[in-house]
Every structure is written in C-alpha cells, then in structure tokens.
C-alpha cells in the first residue's frame, strides 16, 4: 500500500532520493540538479550541477556524486574528459568543498588501475559517443563513519566507500586527507553497483556481470566472499542494489527488469515486487533502487 508519494510537475529525470526524518528528500535530477523537496511535495531549494547516481547524507552534509567535462592534456590532448567529484553540501544546499576522484586515484598506490589513453589517437571522423572519455565513472558514494568498523576495528575518522564502474573497483578513501587506503575488484567484479559497509565489517556489492549479475559479500581483509546470490536469469545490465535487513535477509533491487525481491541467506526468496509501470508493448520500467526503512517514520504517523 501507498502510504506517501512525492512529485514535481516539472521534473526531468529524478534517478535516485533519500528520505529524511522530517519526511523532506534530497533528490538527484540526473546531470541538471539536485533538490531538496518537503513532503508536501514543494521544492525548498535547487543547485544546478552535474549530479548523479546516488549520494549519502552524513551528520548535516549531503555528501553527492558530480561531474563536469573538460579537456585536460594530462589525460588526454584529442577528447573531453568526464571528471568525477565527491561533492559536500549543506543541508540548505550550500557547497562546501569537492573531491577529485580522478586525482585522488592518481595520488594513490592503486594509480596502475586507470586506463592510459594521454597517446590514444581519435579520428575526427568518429561517431560523437567516443570524444569524451569517462575514465572511471562513479556511481555509489557512503560515508563510513569513525565509529564503524572498517578492516576489523574502528574506522577512526570518517571515510568514503565509493564504486568506480568502468574500472571495475571499490575504493575506501579518507573524507579529510582524500587519500585512497583501500581498493578491490578487477577480476572479479565486472560493471558492479551500491556497495555497501555491513555491521560485521564485510562488504555487499551487486556485481552486474556480463549476462548474470550476483550479489557478494566480501571481507575486506582477506577479499574472501562470505556470501553469494545468483541464479539463472538474474541479471541487470546496468544499475543494480542489494541491501542487507536487520533479520538476516537480502533485499536485492534487479533494476532493469524493474523487479525488486528479499532473498534469505540459503538464497530462498520470501518476498517479491515488480513495478506495475508497464508499457503497452510489455516492456517494466526500471527500478534504480528500492530501500527498507528499519523505522516507520515518526513524521508518517
């Protein structure tokens, strides 16, 4: 049952949200703004940037994913460059400070992951598309807080657990020093979405795959997997969640198939939901991800 809905007549392209707990969200409007809508449904404040894919709110600072393309000639002379940033707002929507992502890899140890394109040739009769390269392109950003534990003890201070598609990587970086303390993936995961920190330590990513898509769990000290889910036909090419509930159970969001169920760690599903958005030639629209609410929210009530 539908206990709340929010909308804007006027919006384009509304990717991703969090709620908050006066039942106000943030919302990212996908490479035009990201926007803070109470929940009568009225815009409190928009910031025009390059937003997208996701972002956490941390303490009172939005901390969002952003982009902005420009031609660097360190990277490469020939193409645009779709640079990734970590950008902290207030919660009225004041910016704070921005992150390289691109160039806190590059400070890093883990630099070797980046793809070397500074002597790539493009034709200038190529097709649109390859002129601008997006070396990493980032889609899921959360904070790890000091007190939470990171690599089997307390974090310490805050970091940053961050996906990078195109290279197949997870990172952890430092929120104050920006550096990169932590990195896995290539060779196992492949186009991979939302990780996220679990309260043993571990780590759950939906892994998206070539054509099936699985959900990990990993144990960031020994990259051991803990735990696994995938079955035949499960697979979204793009997009993706998991989430892991308070009973054990995971809630895995199967975005392009619009199709949302909780499956039990012997990988038994006990819940299912499909979007009824249906088009007339039978096609489900995407579900970017669905979250569990462990509270019902005081505001709802």
Request: aromatic share 10%.
């Amino acid at each position: 049952a539908v206990l709340h809905e929010w909308g804007v007549a006027s919006a384009e392209g509304w990717v991703f949200s969090r709620l908050l707990e006066d039942g106000d969200i943030v919302v990212v409007e996908r490479d035009r703004s990201l926007l803070r809508v109470d929940r009568d449904s009225a815009v409190l404040w928009s910031v025009p940037v390059r937003a997208h894919h996701d972002f956490d709110v941390w303490n009172d600072t939005i901390v969002a994913l952003t982009r902005e393309q420009e031609r660097r000639e360190d990277i490469s002379p020939a193409a645009q460059t779709n640079l990734d940033f970590v950008s902290l707002y207030s919660l009225d929507g004041t910016l704070r400070s921005k992150i390289s992502l691109l160039d806190a890899l590059r400070a890093s140890e883990f630099a070797y992951l980046l793809p070397s394109v500074r002597d790539l040739y493009f034709d200038d009769h190529a097709p649109e598309r390859h002129k601008t390269l997006c070396p990493t392109h980032a889609n899921h950003v959360e904070v790890i807080d000091a007190a939470e534990t990171w690599m089997g003890k307390p974090a310490g201070r805050a970091l940053l657990l961050i996906s990078l598609r195109n290279i197949n990587t997870i990172l952890v970086m430092d929120l104050e020093t920006h550096e990169v303390v932590w990195a896995w993936g290539p060779n196992v995961l492949t186009y991979q979405h939302h990780p996220s920190l679990l309260s043993t330590g571990n780590v759950l990513v939906f892994n998206n795959g070539l054509d099936r898509s699985s959900v990990l769990e990993i144990d960031p000290r020994t990259f051991d997997i803990a735990w696994r889910y995938s079955e035949p036909g499960f697979f979204s090419v793009t997009r993706g969640s998991a989430q892991r509930l308070p009973n054990g159970n995971t809630l895995i969001t199967e975005s392009n198939e619009g199709r949302v169920f909780e499956v039990t760690a012997g990988g038994d599903i006990v819940w299912e939901w499909k979007n009824p958005d249906v088009s007339e030639d039978g096609m489900r629209s995407a579900v970017f991800r669905m979250a569990a609410l462990n509270e019902y929210p005081a505001w709802l009530q």
